[in-house]
């Protein structure tokens, strides 16, 4: 029992130094300029161009495909990201909640009170619009879609909850329909696949053409002006002069054929985020370097060279590896010190089973996204440490859960034999019932770690990395060779899980039986 003791000390320091250097992870990358983007293809494509544009001046680091804005916003006021490329529309009505359109200089003295400032009009406005097929008759704009109740309308997630998404369209045009929500990334096949009938878009998708899809007129002019710029926090242009300088070149620089083109390249042609603004920054005459933070281990080639092998096998699987397996294996071992506890509260204390149980189980009924929003300002960052508590979270239910339902099963003889050998309440508990509701236990670690694998993918969203880097870059380019690369280690490494957690189990359930 002691050296068993001073394990469980030892797990518990090793565990504390592990998260306090996570923790400081952050301070230590103070002299590096981070750039944030937001998971679709032109705000990767931006955030490269501002990256590439700023790194011969500063260190720099492209944290990509931060979820929505909810999400990149909290994590440009904590100070995780520096910069990121935004939209005035989306700051006006998403960020500062107008519902009338605002003159730049307001915006600029509301943002400021936030430590915020909005500059460098990149040249183009990318509007919100909403699209149907070319063959769709008798709709020509917005103004048509209320009286065609039995169109399907697929919208993506963001623009079903923003202030200047489907809510105020609704109410301005009068539309009954009850949209779906789809990604934006897949919203183009469905379409064409008839699936549904209607989808938003933005102004310069490289897609509109491709797919020969009809832009409905605003006819009633709702959606405001999207024109691009660069939402960054005010004390990073005085952290990193040369390259605030050097980004105010790009000012009225990218012109919406610009735009269109690049996303084309990355959208239709599979080239790498990265390639395509190098290679527009090559033309514009600018002499970009690589970043910190482009991950230069991705396959650079275009997707029409790469075979799902190539991208499989990339040399950025590694390092995916390494960053997905620890968020696992820390999160499930944080959820065993605090789940097994309160499994054992449970199990003894009737009047607190109730609430211990409803509480875990509430806890796992949070959506991802909507619990790493929530994270981030709580703990003032954004990368591993908000998604190891996000997979805590979810790993507690099965894990306390089980503990208290195999504490319930050990047969009351066996704990009337151990109270008339006098052993202490304690002494009962470590000797006799958790070695004989064990095998229910780690049932309950095993299904916790085998979901903490598929769902460590959120990571990706915040910036921790992970197999969910391939899939939401995937998402973002409909690239389904991108999207199976990260989904089929990470099916492979949820089998692993299992079957190592099976090993496990017979050891134990072997030794019990002997001891």
């Known amino acids: 029992m002691a050296r068993a003791t001073a394990a469980g000390s030892r797990l518990v320091r090793a565990l504390a130094l592990a998260l306090g250097l996570l923790a400081a992870l952050p301070a230590i990358a103070d002299d590096v300029l981070h750039v944030g983007s937001k998971r679709f293809t032109e705000s990767y494509i931006l955030a490269e161009i501002v990256a ?101 309308f697929g919208l993506s997630h963001e623009f079903i909850g923003r202030a200047d998404g489907w809510p105020g369209l609704r109410q301005r045009y009068h539309l009954p329909q009850q949209p779906r929500g789809l990604d934006h990334g897949i919203a183009y096949e469905a379409l064409a696949q008839r699936q549904v009938d209607v989808i938003d878009i933005y102004s310069t998708d490289a897609k509109i053409g491709r797919y020969g899809l009809k832009v409905l007129e605003d006819d009633k002019r709702y959606f405001p002006r999207y024109d691009a710029v660069l939402l960054y926090r005010l004390d990073a242009a005085r952290r990193f002069p040369a390259a605030w300088a050097a980004l105010q070149g790009l000012e009225g620089k990218i012109g919406a054929t610009d735009m269109i083109a690049m996303n084309g390249a990355a959208e239709l042609q599979g080239q790498p985020f990265a390639a395509v603004a190098r290679d527009w920054l090559a033309r514009s005459k600018a002499q970009p370097v690589s970043t910190v933070g482009s991950h230069p281990d991705m396959d650079t080639r275009p997707a029409a060279q790469r075979s799902l092998a190539d991208v499989l096998f990339a040399s950025d699987l590694g390092r995916l590896t390494g960053q997905h397996v620890l968020l696992v294996a820390l999160s499930v071992l944080l959820a065993c010190l605090v789940g097994v506890p309160l499994g054992i509260v449970a199990a003894y204390r009737a009047r607190l089973r109730q609430g211990v149980l409803g509480l875990t189980g509430m806890l796992q009924t949070i959506p991802s996204l909507a619990l790493l929003a929530m994270l981030i300002p709580l703990l003032g960052r954004i990368g591993i440490v908000p998604a190891l508590v996000a997979l805590f979270v979810y790993a507690l239910l099965p894990i306390v859960r089980n503990t208290c339902t195999g504490l319930a099963g050990v047969p009351r003889g066996l704990q009337q034999a151990a109270l008339a050998l006098g052993l202490t309440r304690w002494q009962r508990l470590w000797h006799v019932e958790l070695p004989l509701a064990l095998p229910v236990i780690l049932a309950g670690v095993k299904t916790a770690a085998v979901m903490s694998v598929g769902t460590a993918t959120i990571a990706a969203f915040i910036g921790a990395g992970g197999y969910g880097e391939r899939i939401t870059t995937g998402l973002a380019l409909n690239d389904n060779d991108m999207m199976l690369a990260g989904a089929l280690p990470a099916a492979a490494l949820a089998l692993l899980t299992q079957a190592l957690f099976e090993l496990l189990e017979r050891r134990f359930v072997v030794r019990t039986a002997r001891t």
């Open 52 to 152: 590439q544009t700023a790194a011969p001046h500063a260190r720099t680091e492209h944290r990509q495909g931060l979820g929505n804005t909810a999400i990149v916003l909290a994590a440009l006021q904590n100070g995780s990201i520096d910069v990121y490329p935004e939209y005035i529309g989306t700051i006006d009505q998403e960020i500062l909640k107008h519902e009338k359109p605002a003159s730049l200089e307001q915006i600029r003295r509301e943002l400021a009170p936030l430590g915020l400032g909005v500059a460098v009009p990149l040249g183009f406005n990318n509007t919100y619009a909403l699209a149907v097929r070319g063959d769709t008759p008798a709709v020509r704009t917005l103004s048509d879609l209320a009286a065609q109740a039995n169109l399907q």
